[in-house]
């Protein structure tokens, strides 16, 4: 019995939910506020209460509990309650891009899909679960004639003895892109401004440095970069020089392009044989050179998703 685990991003964003309402509460009901605040002001707090709700909704009819047994699947959530059979199932993709629109913000991802006898389709959304690969696995062992396409599940042919060719880098340039300012021009920006203050450092000041380090991992995880033989797949990080990951092609089922919730850059989703799937932001990357990494890809016969 495999049971579905919610990822981080479903935590954070129920608390950031609650967070939201409990900020629209103290405002309607605080004796001054109430009375102080201006008519724009409440409406403002009215609508951005009413947008969370709608995320909030939106979110709750995607997020489920998962449990996958001897070919019975239950999901559970809080607008359904349904137990699934082999003979209820019209077929099962892995791999299907969705759109979400609402669930806080809208974005595309890798998702299971499930389509019924009835004609109903049941979604569930990789970024939500952090065991989606063990949901992934059971899946196609339970319902392994339900799968499609097929395709993807079968061994992609070795290398053998061919040589590795010289890795083509697919990566712009990471200081003209907005992470990269962000990176040098905040650090910059506080230099520049520590100098005109001419003051002495007080214990607030602390907080300064501790910005420009939050900003350089928070910006730095959105530059990655790739190198592709003809039987790797490498990423690397422009400011990160630890990162090295790197991807046998035969073990790679299916690749994806996604903008990741709450992200403003683009990335790339690599999902390997076992299931397991992996997002790389990469920000330094222009629109040409996603479309020069999508035509490698397909190249070496990487299924594409979308």
Sequence with gaps: ?????????????????????????????????????????????????????LSFYKMTRLAYIIKIGDRIL???????NKIIYSSDIRSINLFSKEGFMWSFGFFTTISVRIELETGKR????????????????????????KINPPKILKE?????????????????????????????????????????IKRPLAPPDIFFPVGVILLYLGCGNQLHYFLISNQHLTVKNHVFPWVNKSYNLADIVE???????????????????????????????????????????????INFVG
């Design 156 to 196: 992609q042919p070795t290398t053998g003895t061919i040589p590795e060719n010289d890795p083509e880098k697919f990566a712009g340039n990471p200081y003209t892109s907005y992470n990269g300012i962000v990176i040098v021009g905040w650090p910059i920006f506080i230099l520049v401004l520590f100098i005109f």
């Design 74 to 80: 239950s999901i559970k959530g809080v607008f359904i």
């Design 122 to 145: 049941i979604i569930i959304a990789d970024p939500f679960y952090r065991n989606i690969s063990q949901i992934k696995k059971s899946l196609s062992e339970n319902f392994n004639e």
């Design 255 to 301: 690749a994806n392009f996604e903008t990741p919730p709450n992200k403003r850059s683009k990335s790339l989703r690599i999902t390997t044989r076992d299931f397991r799937t992996k997002v790389f932001t990469a920000g330094s990357l222009r629109e040409k050179h996603w479309t020069q990494l999508r035509e490698k890809l397909e190249s070496l016969s």
């Design 1 to 53: 019995m495999v049971k579905s685990k919610f990822s981080l991003f479903i935590y954070l964003q129920c608390l950031f939910v609650a967070g939201i309402i409990f900020f629209g509460i103290y405002f309607f009901l605080h004796p001054e506020l109430k009375w102080k605040a201006s008519n724009s002001s409440s409406i403002i707090v009215f609508i951005l209460l009413t947008l969370v709700f």
